[in-house]
């Protein structure tokens, strides 16, 4: 069974949550692990999610609403 590192990154607009998730997953993909990222917004296609996708990361979105009032699609993402 494979051990999963969850890491959970929340703030404010601009903050550089995105900035800091790209290059969090370039430096665990470096370490030669796999990286997957959820990302989520109150719309679907989010800008975020497609930049990530365009530097090559794997990356699902939860939309509509906050992680905690749609835990069971986080659960699902991660799946």
Known sequence: ????QFVML????????TT?????AAHYKSKGLNVAL??????VNLVDTNSLR???LTVEEVAGACFC???DELVDRIG
């Open 10 to 17: 929340g703030g404010f607009l601009g903050a550089g949550k």
């Open 54 to 56: 365009s530097q090559g």
């Open 20 to 24: 800091t998730m790209s290059k969090l």
């Open 1 to 4: 069974m494979k051990r999963i």
């Open 38 to 43: 959820v990302t989520n917004d109150q719309a």
């Open 69 to 71: 009032c749609k835990f």
